[in-house]
C-alpha cells in the first residue's frame, strides 16, 4: 500500500508564485515566502511553487568563493528550518529555488518540502546559472533529473536553462513537471511570442507543466503559466505580482 502522503487524489491545487524577490537579502525573501505560503494555504492550496534561486535572489551571488561560500545555505539551515516549520503549521507543501552549499560546492538547487519534510532535491544540471567565464570548481551543476512521487503524481522538476540546453534528459515520463524559471523579458516580448516559445519547448516532456517565474525590478516581471499541449492554458501575466492556482 502507498504511503498516505503518496496516495493518488483526483486533482491537487497548486498556487504558482509570481512574486518579488531581493537580490542578497535572504529575510526579505524569507518573508515574503512565508506570507505567500499562508495566502496560497487560505486558498485551498496543497502546494505553493518559487521561482529558481528565490531565496538568495538569482544575482545574489559576486562569484567568488569566499563571500559566496557564506551566501549559499546547506539543507539544516535556519532559513530551510523555518520554512519546514511553516509547512506544518500552516499545512501546505512549499518547493523553492535556492542557491545550496554541499561542503565546498555550491549548486542551484529546487527543494520540494511536503508536510515539514524535505521530499526532493533538485541541483540544476546545465551551467546558465553562473557566471561560467568568471567561476571556479566550486560552482557546479548535478548529473541528472529523477521522477519521483508526490502525491500520486510522478513529478520532475527543471531549472530554466535544463529544458534549453539538455531538454532530452528531463523527456523520463513524468506526468507533472515543475519549471522553476528567471527570466528578465519585457511584458511586451511575453505578449509577442515568448510565452508561446517557452510552451513549445516544454511540449512532451510531461503532461502538464507549471512554470514559475519571479518579479525583480526594474527588468524582472514575474508571470506564471500552466502549459499542456504546446500552448498555455492558465496564466498570471507578467507584471502581476500574485499567485496562479492551477490544478495538476
Known amino acids: 500500500m502507498p504511503a498516505e502522503k503518496d496516495r493518488k487524489v483526483d486533482k491537487i491545487r497548486v498556487a504558482l508564485a ?4 531581493v537580490n542578497g537579502d535572504m529575510q526579505t525573501n524569507l518573508q515574503t515566502m512565508l506570507a ?32 559566496d561560500k557564506d551566501i549559499a545555505v546547506s539543507q539544516a539551515h535556519d532559513a530551510i528550518l523555518r520554512l519546514r516549520d511553516a509547512s506544518r503549521e500552516l499545512g501546505i507543501d ?20 511536503q508536510q515539514g519534510e524535505i521530499h526532493h532535491n533538485f541541483r540544476r544540471i546545465s551551467r546558465g546559472w553562473k557566471e561560467y ?10 548529473t541528472r533529473p529523477e521522477v519521483f512521487a508526490y502525491r500520486g503524481r510522478k513529478m520532475t522538476i527543471a531549472l530554466c536553462g535544463d529544458l534549453w540546453d539538455k531538454r532530452e ?13 528567471y527570466c528578465d523579458y519585457s511584458i511586451e516580448e511575453w505578449q509577442g511570442g515568448t510565452t508561446q516559445e517557452y510552451a513549445e519547448q516544454c511540449q512532451g516532456v510531461a503532461g502538464v507543466t507549471c512554470m514559475i517565474n519571479a518579479i525583480c525590478p526594474p527588468t524582472g516581471f514575474g508571470g506564471c503559466w500552466q502549459f499542456a499541449d504546446g500552448k498555455a492554458v492558465r496564466e498570471l501575466r507578467p507584471g502581476c505580482d500574485g499567485l496562479l492556482l492551477v490544478e495538476v
Open 169 to 181: 534528459a528531463f523527456c523520463i515520463g513524468a506526468e507533472v513537471l515543475l519549471w522553476p524559471v
Open 94 to 113: 512549499v518547493a523553492f529555488g535556492y542557491i545550496e552549499r554541499v561542503e565546498d560546492r555550491l549548486y542551484s538547487s529546487y527543494m520540494l518540502i
Open 18 to 21: 509570481s512574486k518579488p524577490f
Open 36 to 67: 505567500a505560503m499562508a495566502e496560497a494555504a487560505q486558498q485551498d492550496a496543497v502546494l505553493i511553487c518559487f521561482s529558481e534561486a528565490f531565496l538568495q535572489g538569482f544575482d545574489g551571488l559576486t562569484w567568488q568563493w569566499e563571500q
Open 133 to 142: 567565464t568568471r567561476t571556479d570548481d566550486h560552482y557546479c551543476e548535478g
